[in-house]
């Protein structure tokens, strides 16, 4: 059985890729996509957080092209 510290050490560089959730044994990957659909059941969060970025972007664009006009 690992320590604590051994386990802080195996998952310090841990990252929550599609192959590193899939490797997880079931009941957890069960727990994570239960927590991924209680937290935002419609994909909403997620969507407004990817639009913001896409208007910042936008609006960055927009100020770039008015900047040439000038």
């Not at 990252?15 to 927590?35: G, V």
């Not at 935002?40 to 972007?57: F, H, I, Q, S, T």
Request: one cysteine or more; proline letters at 6%; aromatic letters at 4%.
């Amino acid at each position: 059985m690992l320590t604590r510290e051994q386990l802080a050490d195996h998952f310090a560089n841990w990252t929550p890729t599609s192959e590193n959730i899939n490797a997880l044994p079931d009941p957890i990957r069960k727990y994570i996509h239960d927590l991924h659909t209680n937290c935002d059941p419609a994909g909403m969060v997620r969507e407004n957080v990817l639009l913001r970025e896409e208007v910042k972007r936008l609006a960055a664009l927009v100020q770039e092209l008015s900047d040439e006009r000038s």
